[in-house]
């Protein structure tokens, strides 16, 4: 079978597979340095598209979406290449965030939309990794900005923290305190990274939440691994 990766679901998913004797290829865009590596083969770089994907499984039984809940084009072409080739797909997605008593949520459709939403903000936190920064680089007032890769363009007064989550809730407090953030910008990605969502409501700051982009219509989407593997081990290969 073949996982679409990039995440820590995928790299569990994977996995737990490989050693149920499972043979599973897990696919990474190879836009980050240095990933980390699940069990099972690895391939790396784009397919080319829908077409590309398409391709690709034509020797596939099966094909697991473990993409980053905003990977939307890549979903898109999963849906068609499985669509094309008749290939049984699953979507695998953790849940989002929900929210809590005190938080001060502004959720956003877009990461476009986002930089709208900032005219009462003095100190901004992007954390929305690398892409989607260029939405910001007008803005005076973003004062930090966090992600794995460098962006190819910073705001004019942005401080930029090269580093990879999950993060402490302690350092969270820490670098909002350091930095006299107002104003998070996060994205609805769901998971781990949560610390910084606890501790902008200890603090009573303001978090401006992109939404995760909706799964194709007619998509099968299960929120765990647990429910991947069962997907895999029940599902009929022709």
Do not use: C, N, Y
Request: aromatic share 4%; charged share 20%; glycine share 10%.
């Amino acid at each position: 079978m073949l996982v679409l990766g990039g995440t820590a679901e995928a790299r569990a998913l994977a996995d737990v597979l490989t050693a149920r004797g499972h043979p599973v290829t897990t696919s990474l865009a190879g836009r980050t340095r240095d990933p980390r590596l699940p069990a099972g083969e690895i391939r790396s770089g784009g397919f080319g598209g829908a077409a590309g994907l398409a391709t690709a499984l034509e020797h596939t039984d099966l094909l697991v979406d473990a993409t980053h809940p905003f990977a939307a084009r890549m979903t898109d072409h999963a849906a068609q290449a499985a669509a094309a080739t008749g290939t049984p797909w699953v979507v695998l997605r953790r849940p989002g965030w929900t929210e809590q008593p005190g938080d001060r949520w502004h959720r956003v459709p877009t990461t476009g939309a986002a930089s709208g939403e900032l005219g009462h903000a003095q100190s901004v936190f992007l954390a929305i990794g690398r892409q989607g920064v260029h939405h910001f680089v007008h803005l005076d007032h973003v004062r930090l900005v966090r992600a794995i890769e460098p962006p190819d363009v910073l705001p004019p007064h942005a401080h930029l923290i090269l580093r990879r989550g999950p993060f402490a809730l302690e350092d969270e407090r820490a670098l909002l305190a350091e930095h006299r953030i107002d104003t998070i910008v996060a994205k609805d990605s769901g998971g781990a990274t949560e610390a910084k969502l606890i501790a902008a409501r200890e603090a009573g700051l303001v978090v401006v939440l992109v939404d995760r982009p909706a799964p194709p219509g007619g998509a099968v989407v299960v929120e765990d691994v647990d429910s991947a593997v069962e997907w895999v081990e029940s599902t009929p290969i022709h």
